[in-house]
Structures are given as structure tokens and as C-alpha cells.
Nanobody, 116 residues
Framework: QVQLVESGGGLVQAGGSLRLSCAASGRTVNIYEMGWYRQAPGKQRELVASISRGGSTNYADFVKGRFTVSRVNTRNTMYLQMNSLKPEDTADYYC??????????WGQGTQVTVSS
């Protein structure tokens, strides 16, 4: 079993920055890919960015050039540096871990609110 805990959300003005963290515990050795997803009120959950154990990254078009995903395998932690935030980035942000199967693990989410 794997547990994921997000932190770092909050309220920020448009144009500001936030850094989200996702700490993994448990059988983390099985996790080969991690990702950030977000869900705004009334909308479906969508991929923001993902990163493999080897460091390969993938970004949604709407965050390219503004957000950066990274991970420190020795700390079992993934980060999302969010710059130039926009009001439309307001959402609950979730951490996801993928293990062979595939088996998916989700965190409880952290709220990000960007004011205009």
C-alpha cells in the first residue's frame, strides 16, 4: 500500500507562485510514475503534469512554460512549482502514483485559489 500526502496549496494573487509537494510513504518502490491532477468545481479531473522515475516529464498544454514538475526519489517526494498563476488555475490539486498493474494511488488533495 502507498500513501500520498499533498501540501503547499493556498491563496495567491494572479501572477504569483506556489510550490506543491507530494510525499509518498509505504511501498513506494513500486511507484514508477507520479503525476499532478486538478479538479475545478463542476469540472472533470484533468492531468496537469507527470514525471517518471527516470525523470521524463509530460505537461498539459495549459501549464507549459509556467509549471515545473520534479521529484526526489530518495525522499519519495514530488513537487509542482507553479509560476504566473491565473485565476483559471483555481482548483483542488491531487497527487497520483502509478504502480505496475496498473494500480493507482491518490492523495487527498490540496486547494489552490488564485485571485484576480
Amino acid at each position: 500500500q502507498v500513501q500520498l500526502v499533498e501540501s503547499g496549496g493556498g491563496l495567491v494573487q494572479a501572477g504569483g507562485s506556489l510550490r506543491l509537494s507530494c510525499a509518498a510513504s509505504g511501498r513506494t518502490v513500486n511507484i514508477y510514475e507520479m503525476g499532478w491532477y486538478r479538479q475545478a468545481p463542476g469540472k472533470q479531473r484533468e492531468l496537469v503534469a507527470s514525471i517518471s522515475r527516470g525523470g521524463s516529464t509530460n505537461y498539459a498544454d495549459f501549464v507549459k512554460g509556467r509549471f515545473t514538475v520534479s521529484r526526489v526519489n530518495t525522499r519519495n517526494t514530488m513537487y509542482l512549482q507553479m509560476n504566473s498563476l491565473k485565476p483559471e488555475d483555481t482548483a483542488d490539486y491531487y497527487c497520483k502514483g502509478t504502480a505496475p498493474g496498473p494500480v493507482f494511488y491518490w492523495g487527498q488533495g490540496t486547494q489552490v485559489t488564485v485571485s484576480s
